[in-house]
């Protein structure tokens, strides 16, 4: 019984002891068991894992034994069920970006992109500072070619850690696929500095400086990575492929060789291997590894480009072009240098696409013409060179010559034309040919000289022409076109004259007669050509041609309607000649002396185009007519200094010789308002020479030089008169003119035939009682002063022509009294006081006359005059004394007027004289 009790007593003691040892055993085993699962990558840490999660622990073990298990499953080999362990721990941990990274790994394993995707992008949302994460996820995008996504990716993993070499490295790869290849080396040199150096650098920088051109350093980086890498066989594909490109023909066999026998479904191996072969002029064994990379790899550029080379040189054009022309339609290139083969394949096509080269030489004589004419054919002066190569005869030559001459450059032709005529003198078409060329030449100014030479060759045609009549038609033509371009449109006219005569119903040449008629100044005559060209047959409509000279014809005969509807159908039918239009009616409307129209419409011309010379024109004879000469004188010179002497412009502006007068004449009449006269002198003299016939530049020139006492005024008048005898305007002013030059009747007989115009000029009646003075013809002169005074009571000059008159009657006391009744209205004027003090000296009144006569001395004007009278009337009272000294004071006067140095001699010889007298008297 005690023992019992003993044993019992032992039991109660012993089991908290055996429960104390028995929790402690458990827990040491537990520990080693998650020890083991955490550490140990094998089958044995893979049970140890798996035991712990049979025994239900708690969340934390559980996520670490499934992230221990998931890591040692992908360790032995079975990343599939170390997916599943990692999606199970991701349900305990969710947040865990690195289950989400090693997760994305394992998916991107398996092939399931679009789940690595996922998980990259997770990782980024729950880490986005950890530059692996940005890396992983731009890596993916790179492989799906999303170039833009993957650069944003890797930039920002470098933006939260500068140094992160695979993001480097990356960034080189995304350049290399971008085409940056400089860009690619030099990130991955970066990655390199940083640690980086796996074999994919070594392989992405020597495609890199492949693709770059420098084949030498891409074998050496190939064979610097071959070093490192011995086994990594697309450094020795790479290498064949440099080698290749620089000629070491032997070596990049042997590569080629190499990695074909390690990578034996590698399909750019064979493609290597058969461009190497075919470099070598193996053809055969070319062609067996081209069709095998196609097959291995059916969408490999290289392949299907070395397959095409291959046929193309077997001959096989065609299936080589075949080839590439798939290769150009291909829309899956996605890598910068798969679209370059792509663009390189469709250049190729395009190439094989292109028309054959044709050989000049080949082509027959109208091939050769066709071409030579054809202006945008681009064997065009190689088909003219071999024309003129090919000539047989001296004609043939030159004409093909001048066929050359029209396909060369404008400046460049009259060499052709210069050779024409040297290959064959006697052939008048070249000569014409050279002629037309030369008239091509001219530029539009003053400089004649072209039209010279093309004067010399076509009338040269004209005078050798012979019984052609052909050809001596067509050097009529080019000498009336030559004539015309010289502005000698008479010789012009003589021409086309005998063309018409030739050919009666030509239109050409009707309508060129009608222009050189109209600047010939024979505007009745053109009109005439103009309405019998309407009048004949045309081949085809032409429209309105030469409308513009048949309006200017119009308003130079005066019908101005006519001209009005012609231009109204211009603008209602939207004709040729809106340039013309406005400037036609400006024209219209200064003909009928509406200067504000014209002015207003020239004004919208000029508006329109500032350069509308015929526009300028008007508006600067409508303001000289309106008086605004400052404007006149300047677009009026302008036109005459632009266009008058060159005949091209002014025959395109309708510058006719009597509107070319006009000009003239306007200005100079402007000028003369300027005070101008010498340059007013010169219009008017320009005006008598291109319009001989008008008579009022005759008589402003007249009156300019009458104005300077020039007795070129009587011939000037004479002119003037004989044009037009019944002009009271000249009349007039040839009364002026033969009165100041002392031909007191003519001025007496033109003065009276002016005198009968309606409202003539005031003084007329003046400057006849002048010239009938002048004829003695007392009475008939008292007269007409006493008709003017009828008029104008207070003209002191009609009173002192009045009391002239009187004087000559004999009647000296009314002499007196017109004088002293002149004297009323002007009592300072020192012809009336000398005339009252002489007049007094005649009735005797000597005291009078003296006092006069000092009243006169005290006018500069008649101090000269006044005092030599003076002297005479002390001289004979026998005061020689105060003779003398009136004889000195007039002596000291200048002379004022011309008259004034007769008085100065006649009073010296009075003065010695009176000496001589006064000596004698002792």
Same mark, same amino acid.
């Given at each position: 019984?005690?023992?019992?009790?003993?044993?019992?007593?032992?039991?109660?003691?012993?089991?908290?002891?055996?429960?104390?040892?028995?929790?402690?055993?458990?827990?040491?085993?537990?520990?080693?068991?998650?020890?083991?699962?955490?550490?140990?990558?094998?089958?044995?840490?893979?049970?140890?894992?798996?035991?712990?999660?049979?025994?239900?622990?708690?969340?934390?073990?559980?996520?670490?034994?499934?992230?221990?298990?998931?890591?040692?499953?992908?360790?032995?080999?079975?990343?599939?069920?170390?997916?599943?362990?990692?999606?199970?721990?991701?349900?305990?941990?969710?947040?865990?970006?690195?289950?989400?990274?090693?997760?994305?790994?394992?998916?991107?394993?398996?092939?399931?992109?679009?789940?690595?995707?996922?998980?990259?992008?997770?990782?980024?949302?729950?880490?986005?500072?950890?530059?692996?994460?940005?890396?992983?996820?731009?890596?993916?995008?790179?492989?799906?070619?999303?170039?833009?996504?993957?650069?944003?990716?890797?930039?920002?993993?470098?933006?939260?850690?500068?140094?992160?070499?695979?993001?480097?490295?990356?960034?080189?790869?995304?350049?290399?696929?971008?085409?940056?290849?400089?860009?690619?080396?030099?990130?991955?040199?970066?990655?390199?500095?940083?640690?980086?150096?796996?074999?994919?650098?070594?392989?992405?920088?020597?495609?890199?400086?492949?693709?770059?051109?420098?084949?030498?350093?891409?074998?050496?980086?190939?064979?610097?990575?071959?070093?490192?890498?011995?086994?990594?066989?697309?450094?020795?594909?790479?290498?064949?492929?440099?080698?290749?490109?620089?000629?070491?023909?032997?070596?990049?066999?042997?590569?080629?060789?190499?990695?074909?026998?390690?990578?034996?479904?590698?399909?750019?191996?064979?493609?290597?291997?058969?461009?190497?072969?075919?470099?070598?002029?193996?053809?055969?064994?070319?062609?067996?590894?081209?069709?095998?990379?196609?097959?291995?790899?059916?969408?490999?550029?290289?392949?299907?480009?070395?397959?095409?080379?291959?046929?193309?040189?077997?001959?096989?054009?065609?299936?080589?072009?075949?080839?590439?022309?798939?290769?150009?339609?291909?829309?899956?290139?996605?890598?910068?240098?798969?679209?370059?083969?792509?663009?390189?394949?469709?250049?190729?096509?395009?190439?094989?696409?292109?028309?054959?080269?044709?050989?000049?030489?080949?082509?027959?004589?109208?091939?050769?013409?066709?071409?030579?004419?054809?202006?945008?054919?681009?064997?065009?002066?190689?088909?003219?060179?071999?024309?003129?190569?090919?000539?047989?005869?001296?004609?043939?030559?030159?004409?093909?010559?001048?066929?050359?001459?029209?396909?060369?450059?404008?400046?460049?032709?009259?060499?052709?034309?210069?050779?024409?005529?040297?290959?064959?003198?006697?052939?008048?078409?070249?000569?014409?040919?050279?002629?037309?060329?030369?008239?091509?030449?001219?530029?539009?100014?003053?400089?004649?000289?072209?039209?010279?030479?093309?004067?010399?060759?076509?009338?040269?045609?004209?005078?050798?022409?012979?019984?052609?009549?052909?050809?001596?038609?067509?050097?009529?033509?080019?000498?009336?076109?030559?004539?015309?371009?010289?502005?000698?449109?008479?010789?012009?006219?003589?021409?086309?004259?005998?063309?018409?005569?030739?050919?009666?119903?030509?239109?050409?040449?009707?309508?060129?007669?009608?222009?050189?008629?109209?600047?010939?100044?024979?505007?009745?005559?053109?009109?005439?050509?103009?309405?019998?060209?309407?009048?004949?047959?045309?081949?085809?409509?032409?429209?309105?041609?030469?409308?513009?000279?048949?309006?200017?014809?119009?308003?130079?005969?005066?019908?101005?309607?006519?001209?009005?509807?012609?231009?109204?159908?211009?603008?209602?039918?939207?004709?040729?000649?809106?340039?013309?239009? %406005? /400037? @036609?009616? +400006? *024209?219209?409307?200064?003909?009928? $002396? #509406?200067? &504000?129209? !014209?002015?207003?419409?020239?004004? =919208?011309?000029?508006?329109?185009?500032?350069?509308?010379?015929?526009?300028?024109?008007?508006?600067?004879?409508?303001?000289?007519?309106?008086?605004?000469?400052?404007?006149?004188?300047?677009?009026?010179?302008?036109?005459?200094?632009?266009?008058?002497?060159?005949?091209?412009?002014?025959?395109?502006?309708?510058?006719?010789?009597?509107?070319?007068?006009?000009?003239?004449?306007?200005?100079?009449?402007?000028?003369?308002?300027?005070?101008?006269?010498?340059?007013?002198?010169?219009?008017?003299?320009?005006?008598?020479?291109?319009?001989?016939?008008?008579?009022?530049?005759?008589?402003?020139?007249?009156?300019?030089?009458?104005?300077?006492?020039?007795?070129?005024?009587?011939?000037?008048?004479?002119?003037?008169?004989?044009?037009?005898?019944?002009?009271?305007?000249? %009349? /007039? @002013?040839? +009364? *002026?003119?033969?009165?100041?030059? $002392? #031909?007191? &009747?003519? !001025?007496?007989?033109?003065?009276? =035939?002016?005198?009968?115009?309606?409202?003539?000029?005031?003084?007329?009646?003046?400057?006849?009682?002048?010239?009938?003075?002048?004829?003695?013809?007392?009475?008939?002169?008292?007269?007409?002063?006493?008709?003017?005074?009828?008029?104008?009571?207070?003209?002191?000059?009609?009173?002192?022509?009045?009391?002239?008159?009187?004087?000559?009657?004999?009647?000296?006391?009314?002499?007196?009294?017109?004088?002293?009744?002149?004297?009323?209205?002007?009592?300072?004027?020192?012809?009336?006081?000398?005339?009252?003090?002489?007049?007094?000296?005649?009735?005797?009144?000597?005291?009078?006359?003296?006092?006069?006569?000092?009243?006169?001395?005290?006018?500069?004007?008649?101090?000269?005059?006044?005092?030599?009278?003076?002297?005479?009337?002390?001289?004979?009272?026998?005061?020689?004394? @105060?003779?003398?000294?009136?004889?000195?004071?007039?002596?000291?006067?200048?002379?004022?007027?011309?008259?004034?140095? =007769?008085?100065?001699?006649?009073?010296?010889?009075?003065?010695?004289?009176?000496?001589?007298?006064?000596?004698?008297?002792?």
């Amino acid at each position: 019984m005690p023992s019992l009790l003993s044993r019992m007593a032992f039991l109660v003691l012993a089991l908290p002891m055996l429960s104390m040892l028995g929790s402690q055993t458990a827990q040491a085993q537990k520990a080693g068991t998650v020890a083991l699962c955490k550490d140990d990558r094998t089958e044995k840490g893979l049970a140890a894992c798996n035991t712990l999660l049979k025994g239900r622990p708690d969340r934390k073990v559980k996520a670490m034994a499934h992230v221990a298990r998931g890591h040692t499953q992908l360790a032995l080999g079975r990343p599939a069920e170390a997916e599943k362990d990692y999606t199970e721990a991701l349900a305990i941990a969710p947040k865990f970006a690195p289950l989400y990274r090693d997760r994305g790994r394992v998916r991107f394993t398996l092939g399931n992109r679009d789940g690595a995707m996922a998980d990259f992008t997770a990782a980024v949302e729950n880490d986005p500072f950890d530059p692996d994460n940005h890396a992983n996820r731009g890596y993916l995008r790179l492989l799906q070619y999303d170039f833009a996504g993957a650069g944003e990716d890797l930039r920002k993993g470098l933006f939260w850690q500068k140094q992160h070499p695979r993001s480097d490295y990356l960034l080189g790869l995304l350049a290399y696929a971008t085409g940056r290849y400089s860009d690619a080396v030099a990130h991955i040199d970066k990655a390199r500095e940083g640690g980086f150096r796996t074999s994919e650098t070594f392989i992405t920088r020597a495609r890199s400086l492949y693709y770059l051109g420098t084949f030498e350093a891409a074998a050496k980086e190939a064979t610097e990575g071959l070093v490192a890498f011995p086994k990594q066989v697309d450094l020795i594909e790479i290498r064949a492929r440099a080698r290749l490109a620089r000629r070491e023909l032997p070596e990049a066999l042997a590569d080629a060789e190499i990695v074909a026998e390690a990578q034996p479904r590698f399909g750019r191996a064979y493609a290597t291997r058969g461009a190497v072969k075919l470099a070598m002029k193996d053809i055969a064994a070319a062609t067996v590894d081209a069709d095998k990379a196609i097959e291995l790899d059916p969408g490999l550029f290289d392949a299907h480009e070395l397959k095409a080379d291959i046929l193309l040189a077997s001959g096989d054009q065609p299936g080589a072009r075949a080839i590439l022309a798939r290769s150009a339609a291909r829309t899956d290139a996605k890598m910068v240098y798969d679209v370059a083969s792509k663009e390189r394949h469709a250049a190729r096509v395009a190439e094989f696409d292109k028309p054959k080269p044709i050989v000049v030489a080949d082509l027959g004589e109208a091939e050769l013409k066709k071409r030579c004419a054809t202006r945008d054919d681009p064997l065009r002066m190689q088909s003219c060179d071999r024309l003129v190569e090919t000539a047989t005869t001296p004609q043939d030559k030159a004409d093909r010559l001048i066929l050359r001459a029209g396909a060369r450059p404008f400046a460049d032709r009259l060499g052709d034309f210069e050779l024409a005529v040297a290959a064959a003198p006697d052939y008048l078409p070249a000569t014409l040919a050279r002629a037309y060329a030369h008239m091509a030449d001219y530029r539009y100014d003053k400089d004649m000289s072209p039209f010279d030479r093309a004067w010399a060759d076509a009338d040269s045609a004209v005078r050798r022409s012979g019984a052609d009549k052909e050809i001596w038609a067509r050097a009529m033509l080019a000498r009336a076109a030559v004539s015309q371009g010289r502005g000698n449109y008479d010789a012009a006219v003589t021409d086309l004259t005998a063309l018409v005569e030739h050919d009666p119903k030509a239109r050409y040449y009707r309508e060129e007669r009608a222009n050189a008629f109209l600047m010939a100044g024979r505007p009745a005559q053109a009109l005439e050509d103009m309405r019998e060209k309407a009048r004949l047959p045309m081949d085809a409509p032409t429209g309105p041609e030469g409308e513009d000279d048949l309006v200017v014809a119009l308003i130079e005969t005066g019908a101005l309607d006519e001209a009005v509807s012609i231009l109204d159908n211009w603008r209602s039918n939207r004709l040729p000649g809106a340039y013309a239009e %406005q /400037a @036609l009616r +400006a *024209r219209v409307a200064l003909v009928r $002396g #509406d200067m &504000a129209a !014209a002015r207003e419409q020239a004004a =919208a011309a000029l508006t329109d185009n500032r350069f509308n010379i015929a526009a300028r024109a008007v508006n600067g004879l409508a303001a000289a007519r309106l008086g605004d000469v400052l404007d006149a004188e300047s677009d009026l010179s302008k036109v005459i200094d632009d266009a008058v002497d060159i005949p091209f412009r002014a025959r395109n502006s309708g510058l006719t010789p009597g509107f070319v007068a006009d000009l003239f004449l306007w200005r100079g009449l402007a000028r003369v308002q300027l005070n101008r006269i010498n340059a007013a002198r010169a219009d008017f003299a320009e005006v008598i020479k291109r319009a001989p016939d008008r008579a009022r530049a005759y008589a402003e020139r007249a009156a300019l030089n009458l104005r300077s006492d020039n007795p070129a005024a009587l011939t000037d008048i004479a002119m003037a008169l004989r044009i037009e005898p019944s002009e009271l305007r000249w %009349q /007039a @002013l040839a +009364a *002026r003119i033969n009165l100041a030059t $002392g #031909d007191p &009747a003519a !001025a007496e007989r033109f003065a009276t =035939a002016a005198l009968a115009a309606p409202s003539p000029e005031a003084d007329l009646l003046l400057l006849r009682a002048k010239a009938r003075l002048g004829l003695g013809r007392f009475a008939e002169a008292a007269e007409d002063a006493t008709a003017r005074l009828a008029v104008a009571p207070g003209d002191a000059d009609a009173l002192l022509l009045r009391s002239d008159a009187r004087l000559g009657q004999g009647d000296a006391a009314a002499a007196l009294a017109d004088v002293e009744t002149a004297l009323g209205a002007k009592a300072n004027d020192p012809r009336l006081l000398l005339a009252r003090a002489e007049l007094k000296a005649k009735l005797g009144d000597v005291p009078g006359a003296i006092g006069a006569f000092e009243a006169a001395a005290a006018r500069s004007e008649a101090s000269l005059q006044a005092n030599k009278r003076l002297g005479d009337l002390y001289a004979g009272i026998a005061s020689d004394q @105060l003779a003398l000294g009136y004889y000195a004071k007039a002596l000291e006067q200048p002379a004022r007027a011309p008259a004034d140095e =007769a008085t100065r001699d006649a009073t010296r010889t009075a003065r010695d004289a009176l000496i001589r007298r006064m000596a004698a008297r002792k």
